[in-house]
């Protein structure tokens, strides 16, 4: 679905972020790109929409190489790619619900989303998608009046309004309370189920990679260090991937069901590798 080969970026700086990337990623899987500040993950992800421009390599999408297309063809590619980003990338004076709408703009042209007239059947599936996301009770609300998790339901649900092929997810969770992380993974990975879609998840926090990922990709240096499922990701491998730490010192992860419902929810350590070795999903 999603090949990338060979595929290099040199900043104009020098910096070399990513060194002969070579990943496979089939339809309705989950992948979570790990590894440390640095290592190359946004760039991976943002390689792959061209908002960074690969220096080297190849990159198709659903047979058509994304490396070597530009203006329209670039916008009508960059459709078929859902961005979701740790900042929500909301405006805030607008509702909800203009702002799920807002990702029909490569659809319906500027001066009509401008003028906010949308066809009926983007706001029929807008509708259906907020509630999907648990929000049909605050679409006439402005998104600066939302908590981080909900501002994150809109940008799920605005990025999935363009019926995309796929999903970049930037750091998700990175402003988020632990158990609000956990809903937020569990809600994108049920609906990439739901749509056989697959999604890109550049996400620090170990132990919620390996809970809602299929597969965990790790980076070191802008090269592929591991590459594997959530199970064999051990102490060594996170050794590999963020360099020497004794990993098994750190506590238990606590049970996927005592988060969702109990109050000590909060105590969850979050973005903490260490507790990645051994948790289940
Ligand atoms: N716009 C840029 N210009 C020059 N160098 C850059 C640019 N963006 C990133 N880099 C460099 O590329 C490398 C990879 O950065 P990148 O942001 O992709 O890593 P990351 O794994 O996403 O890090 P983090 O987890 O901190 O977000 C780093 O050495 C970084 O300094």
């Given at each position: 679905m999603l090949t990338l080969s060979g595929v290099g970026k040199r900043y104009s700086?020098?910096?070399?972020a990513l060194t002969d990337i070579e990943l496979i990623l089939p339809k309705g899987q989950v992948m979570a790109l790990i590894g440390p500040s640095g290592a190359g993950k946004s760039t991976l992800i943002r390689c792959v929409n061209r908002l960074v421009e690969p220096t080297q390599g190849s990159i198709r999408l659903e047979g058509t190489e994304l490396t070597k297309l530009s203006g329209h063809k670039l916008r009508h590619a960059r459709r078929s790619m859902g961005?979701?980003?740790?900042?929500?990338a909301l405006v805030d004076r607008l509702t909800v619900m203009e702002n799920v709408l807002s990702?029909?703009?490569g659809y319906v042209g500027f001066w009509r989303s401008f003028l906010r007239r949308y066809p009926q059947e983007a706001v029929t599936e807008a509708f259906r998608l907020l509630e999907r996301v648990g929000l049909s009770h605050a679409i006439d609300k402005r998104a600066d009046a939302l908590s981080g998790g909900q501002r994150q339901r809109v940008g799920i649900a605005r990025a999935l309004l363009q019926s995309p092929k796929l999903l970049l997810?930037?750091?998700?969770?990175?402003?988020?309370?632990?158990?609000?992380?956990?809903q937020i993974m569990r809600l994108i990975r049920e609906l990439c189920a739901e749509r056989d879609l697959a999604a890109i998840i550049n996400i620090h926090d170990v132990a919620l990679a390996q809970q809602f990922a299929d597969r965990i990709v790790g980076l070191r240096a802008g090269e592929i260090v591991f590459d594997g499922q959530p199970s064999e990701l051990t102490s060594e491998m996170?050794?590999?991937?963020?360099g020497e730490e004794d990993w098994d010192t750190t506590p238990?992860?606590?049970?996927d069901e005592a988060v969702d419902d109990g109050p000590e929810a909060s105590s969850y350590p979050a973005n903490m590798p260490a507790m990645a070795a051994g948790s289940a999903r």
């Open positions: 700086t020098g910096d070399r961005m979701i980003f740790q900042e929500y990702g029909q703009l997810v930037d750091e998700p969770t990175a402003s988020l309370d632990p158990k609000t992380s956990r996170l050794t590999t991937i963020y238990e992860p606590i049970d």
